[in-house]
């Protein structure tokens, strides 16, 4: 276990960064009057649920960690002569998250998208896969067996059990705008129009365009091209060895990763990176790939937990004056 002193930074991690709106929604979970025990602090649970993902700790591990440690029963919440919060009332508040986290990630969005200058972003989509808690079912190899939502689909290593978190990230900033969880047999086509349009969405309700959409080649379908040409968004997305053959001066990548084409499309593409290290971040740094739910709703809340601890990251690193920090999840974590 870490000294105590270690978790400093997580108190300066909740007190750099505005939750009220998170802590309002999460209120909104339980009955405020009437009949019935009142609810456990609401607040320190949705810190609580903060916790558990900054440090990739199931509920069982949290509540012995958090129950043992000054710093990290402050973050929660928890008063001195107060007991931990229980596994059942942990367990239960993040089943009612589902109902709420979607709209506390697309609110702080905003808030951050807002203190961005540039009127128009770009914006760079990607698919990140998770594998599921669950093996695969005996008699249908393709699904899960206590996960019956899980897919068999394409994964680092050959074809995995799990699912596919797609995102859209700000270069530079590089916080996420919109998500969308999906069974990992599903491709990028599928979802591309739904995770531009909340990216788009999020923009639109900070006052802000899109200028320029970044993505790789499982992102090509003619459909989803005009769509941006219709919105008047640049796409930069390279062509498949299979789409328009032997047509020159169009973006391509071959199988070293080497970009080939126009000049200004490769310098634009190479903002893409800005995808992996989001994903490196959350995979590595966050419970993102330590999947302990089961079920695409329950999956998709654990993503946007996940998501939303990335900007938190971001916002507190502007907001103490240290945006050095805005990308470092270790810097508020150890």
Same mark, same amino acid.
């Given at each position: ?5 270690? @978790? ?35 607040? $320190? ?10 440090? $990739? ?10 129950? $043992? ?26 089943? %009612? ?46 699904? $899960? ?14 074809? !995995? ?64 091209? !005009? ?16 789409? %328009? ?46 999947? !302990? ?37 270790? @810097?508020?974590?150890?």
């Amino acid at each position: 276990m870490l000294r105590q002193d270690s @978790y400093e930074t997580i108190n300066a991690l909740f007190g750099g960064v505005d939750l009220s709106l998170a802590h309002g929604l999460a209120r909104s979970l339980f009955h405020e009057d009437g009949p019935g025990r009142p609810p456990r602090r609401p607040e $320190g649970l949705m810190n609580m649920a903060l916790v558990m993902n900054l440090k $990739g700790w199931g509920i069982r591990q949290a509540i012995r960690e958090v129950g $043992g440690n000054e710093r990290l029963r402050e973050a929660c919440l928890i008063q001195e002569d107060e007991e931990v919060y229980p596994r059942s009332v942990v367990s239960r508040f993040i089943r %009612r998250l589902e109902k709420v986290i979607q709209a506390i990630f697309e609110g702080e969005v905003v808030q951050l998208l807002k203190r961005i200058k540039a009127r128009r972003l770009v914006a760079v989509l990607d698919a990140i896969f998770q594998k599921a808690w669950s093996r695969r079912d005996p008699e249908n190899s393709r699904v $899960g067996f206590s996960d019956k939502d899980a897919r068999v689909g394409k994964a680092p290593g050959g074809k !995995k059990l799990g699912y596919k978190a797609h995102l859209a990230t700000i270069p530079g900033h590089e916080i996420i705008i919109a998500l969308v969880t999906a069974s990992a047999n599903q491709n990028e086509k599928r979802h591309a129009e739904a995770l531009l349009e909340r990216a788009e969405g999020a923009l639109r309700s900070a006052g802000k365009g899109l200028k320029r959409a970044i993505a790789d080649s499982q992102f090509s379908f003619e459909a989803f091209r !005009k769509s941006l040409a219709g919105k008047d968004v640049e796409a930069i997305i390279p062509y498949p060895a299979n789409q %328009r053959k032997g047509e020159r001066g169009l973006l391509r990548v071959d199988k070293k990763f080497r970009t080939h084409g126009p000049y200004h499309q490769r310098l634009k593409y190479r903002e893409r990176i800005a995808a992996e290290h989001v994903g490196a971040r959350l995979k590595l740094h966050t419970a993102f790939n330590r999947l !302990k739910v089961r079920g695409l709703s329950m999956v998709e809340t654990h993503d946007l937990v996940s998501a939303l601890c990335l900007n938190l990251i971001w916002e507190a690193a502007h907001n103490l004056g240290i945006p050095r920090k805005a990308r470092s999840i270790t @810097y508020f974590n150890t």
